[in-house]
Structures are given as C-alpha cells and as structure tokens.
C-alpha cells in the first residue's frame, strides 16, 4: 500500500509525486521496499522509474 500512496491527493489539485526521480525511486526501496532498508540499494535509471510508475498506475 505504501508503494500506491507514492501519489498523493490524486485527482485534486493538491496532487504530489513522491517519486518525482530515480534518486526517489532509490529512496522509497531502501526505505520501504521489499527489503526495507536492510540492505543498500543501488541506484535507479529514468527507465526504472518509468516503469514503477507505469506499475503503480495499474495498480
């Protein structure tokens, strides 16, 4: 669920992107990823993030 609130207020005009970059993207997995943050996380591509967003959306 953590993973869906990376969008925040959406469909007002309030809406925020939490994951507004790869070093983001990086930040949420080592926070609150799968393993959260018991290991380092190495960094994320613009194709990453993309893609996590992509999945997010499905969601």
């Known amino acids: 669920m953590d993973?869906?609130?990376t969008l925040r207020?959406?469909?007002t005009p309030d809406v925020t992107e939490e994951l507004a970059g790869p070093e983001a993207l990086a930040a949420w997995v080592a926070q609150c990823g799968p393993c959260g943050g018991t290991r380092a996380v190495p960094p994320h591509s613009g194709v990453e993030l993309l893609a996590a967003v992509a999945?997010?959306?499905?969601?």
């Open 9 to 11: 207020h959406r469909g």
């Open 55 to 59: 999945l997010r959306e499905a969601l």
């Open 3 to 5: 993973f869906l609130r």
